[in-house]
């Protein structure tokens, strides 16, 4: 009952009883000055223009105030009235669980949507570096390439770089379905708006729903709501984290929320420099990637899947090397290895959990050591074999990669055992056993 009041009350403290205003003073190259708020509206704030049209603002200056609006600014006029907004905040409430709801915190599925009692900013500061806790324990997560070979610990954060089109969706499902955590939040950034119903009801399915917030922005939406969204998704795993629950974070993807960003920083008078890139990019992506982790004592932890989007699996390019340089552990999807039917089509010999060796025992490090070792022998064979120039007995690993490499390729396709973590290494001696 007491829960009801506080998201009354929520409600009730965003009734607006009086508001700044301030009148269109020129309408630009996409972006609009506003007089009558410079000396009261703050970089970041949001405006309402002509009672419908949404901003936030980009520029302060003594004679007005530059505004980039969330839609197309035609039917503008000089003269037209702008109401200071406020801050761009967010008040996630448990209740979202379950849901899928836009940056603003507003519903997508046509069903009413309560404020939590606590507004959030979506810029908040990552947990002071001297109070967070350790990464956690080793969770399942229902995929056995990562009850393995690449395990994921609580708090720990990791990149899926993938081309389009070779399952990093599907992936991603499996882990909002299988990783053990209390809540899962998903970021959609500029994702096509087909693709969201799909997303929802065939590749997550109920039991991946039921325990999930969905927080999206279309490829159509502007810039704004593009960027906004991956810093509200955070926001909302924060509120969960600060009650001690273990959320599961994941963005698909990083790169289409650093384009958004470019799109804002070029519109605010800032250059490109990294590769059409504006400097800021990298602390926008730095900044994010660090909210997520483990918390301070007495709260729980944020462990997140950050997916990027890389033409050719090329790892250099500017956001996959940004990101890569900030995460706990980096996985490479490959197209050869979707085209050839092996889901997910993970690189194993280019991916990397810096959990190691911790995460594992002795005996499980030794496991992964040898599988390593194998698939590496047969990369670097498998071309001589493919055209039969290798000859047996040539080299004795080589042979035993020849032996095993079937079975060791299939098993990085499966699904986890139902006894998870310790089925999967039982599966995985059983394979390396064969040599």
């Not at 035609?74 to 409430?93: N, W």
């Not at 959990?353 to 390593?372: C, F, G, M, V, Y």
Request: glycine residues 12%; charged residues 25%.
């Amino acid at each position: 009952m007491n829960h009801v009041f506080d998201t009354l009350c929520a409600e009730i403290a965003t009734i607006v009883v009086a508001a700044r205003l301030g009148r269109v003073a020129e309408v630009a190259r996409g972006t609009v000055r506003v007089v009558g708020l410079e000396q009261t509206a703050r970089l970041g704030d949001r405006v309402l223009i002509g009672g419908v049209l949404g901003g936030e603002v980009l520029n302060l200056s003594a004679g007005g105030v530059t505004v980039l609006t969330e839609g197309p600014p035609e039917g503008l006029r000089i003269g037209t009235e702008v109401m200071l907004a406020g801050a761009s905040d967010i008040a996630p409430d448990d209740s979202w669980i379950g849901r899928i709801v836009d940056p603003y915190g507003r519903p997508m599925d046509g069903k009413p949507l309560f404020r939590g009692p606590i507004s959030r900013s979506l810029r908040a500061e990552a947990p002071p570096a001297a109070k967070r806790r350790r990464l956690g324990e080793r969770v399942s997560t229902g995929v056995a390439i990562f009850d393995t070979m690449l395990p994921l610990v609580r708090g720990q954060r990791i990149g899926l770089f993938a081309g389009s089109g070779v399952g990093k969706s599907s992936l991603l499902a499996k882990f909002a379905r299988g990783v053990e955590a209390d809540v899962v939040v998903i970021a959609l950034v500029g994702e096509r708006g087909r693709e969201l119903r799909e997303f929802v009801e065939r590749v997550l399915g109920p039991e991946g729903m039921k325990r999930s917030v969905l927080v999206t922005a279309t490829s159509d939406q502007s810039a704004l709501a593009r960027r906004r969204c991956a810093m509200a998704a955070m926001t909302v795993a924060e509120h969960f984290r600060a009650q001690g629950l273990h959320v599961l974070f994941l963005a698909d993807s990083i790169t289409r929320f650093a384009e958004a960003h470019r799109e804002v920083a070029l519109a605010s008078g800032e250059t490109a420099a990294l590769k059409g890139y504006p400097p800021s990019v990298a602390q926008a992506i730095m900044s994010l990637a660090e909210r997520a982790g483990p918390g301070p004592e007495g709260e729980g932890d944020i462990t997140a899947v950050f997916s990027v989007l890389v033409a050719g699996s090329d790892m250099e390019e500017t956001i996959a090397d940004i990101l890569r340089g900030v995460l706990d552990g980096h996985v490479v999807m490959d197209r050869k290895i979707a085209e050839r039917g092996r889901y997910p089509a993970i690189d194993l010999l280019r991916s990397v959990s810096r959990s190691l060796p911790e995460a594992a025992s002795t005996a499980e490090n030794e496991l992964i050591a040898k599988a390593r070792q194998l698939l590496g022998a047969w990369g670097r064979a498998e071309m001589m074999i493919q055209a039969g120039l290798y000859a047996k007995g040539s080299d004795p690993l080589v042979d035993a990669a020849i032996r095993v490499w079937p079975m060791l390729d299939a098993f990085l396709a499966e699904d986890a055992p139902a006894d998870g973590v310790a089925g999967s290494f039982t599966r995985l001696a059983a394979v390396l056993g064969a040599v």
